[in-house]
């Protein structure tokens, strides 16, 4: 069954420092997803990326976070200076199709933890 | 989104089938009915969706109400795998970002 690749699995940090969280999408998905979940907490819509281009994106997702899709393969989060609070594991989906049946595909997600 | 009303934990026995409940009394008629599931230490996974109609997939089934206002996710047989949080979520046809709200879910657990 086709999956969502994320990398590292967990990434450890000092405060300040950039961090790029790596996805693989499925290959013949269009729509890409940022997730983050604080231990304990809820799942939290972070981005949603389509046609290059961001289509949403949550108060959470300030100037301090970027996506891109760099290649045909792959789509990424960069926080540019990492604060405590960013220490979550963070979640890549992807989608097919757009509509209210929608189905995202997670990654098994990248756990992040900011020194 | 419309919001979603679920219990914080239910509790099941191995073997035995499993109702999960979720309320969702302001359901518009463009909102489908999504459940995903988070296993421990794992990501988010679809389990089934739906409209109008009851639906029957390899893992589970939902049962929609005849307004549409509540449903119910059933786990035929729990496993211990079974075992998860799981979440009910209305996804708007019509809204063009397409992300879903994930809310607090219900807490399953499952004895053997």
């Known amino acids: 069954e086709p999956e969502v690749t994320q990398t590292p699995s967990h990434q450890v940090t000092q405060m300040g420092q950039e961090v790029i969280l790596r996805c693989v999408p499925i290959?013949?998905?269009?729509?890409f997803y940022w997730y983050r979940q604080i231990l304990g907490q809820k799942v939290e819509f972070l981005v949603s990326?389509?046609?290059?281009?961001?289509?949403?994106k949550s108060e959470i997702f300030d100037d301090q976070f970027s996506v891109e899709r760099p290649d045909g393969s792959n789509f990424t989060l960069k926080i540019r200076s990492t604060k405590l609070e960013d220490s979550a594991m963070y979640f890549c989906?992807?989608?097919?199709?757009?509509?209210?049946?929608?189905?995202?595909?997670f990654g098994a997600g990248s756990r992040l933890t900011v020194l | 989104d419309a919001k979603t009303t679920q219990p914080n934990s239910m509790e099941s026995n191995e073997e035995e089938p499993v109702h999960l409940p979720c309320n969702h009394s302001?359901?518009?008629?463009?909102?489908?009915i999504h459940w995903y599931r988070q296993l421990p230490s794992q990501g988010p996974e679809y389990v089934i969706h739906?409209?109008?109609s009851n639906v029957n997939n390899r893992m589970a089934s939902l049962a929609i109400a005849e307004d549409r206002k509540s449903s119910t996710l059933i786990l035929h047989r729990a496993t211990l795998r079974d075992a998860a949080v799981y979440y009910c979520?209305?996804?708007?046809?019509?809204?063009?970002?397409?992300?879903?709200?994930f809310g607090g879910g219900t807490r399953l657990m499952v004895k053997p």
């Open positions: 979520i209305l996804r708007d046809a019509t809204r063009a970002g397409n992300m879903l709200t």
């Open positions: 290959s013949n998905h269009l729509y």
């Open positions: 739906g409209l109008t």
């Open positions: 990326f389509y046609n290059n281009e961001i289509s949403e």
């Open positions: 302001t359901i518009s008629g463009t909102d489908y």
């Open positions: 989906a992807s989608s097919g199709q757009l509509s209210g049946a929608n189905v995202l595909t």
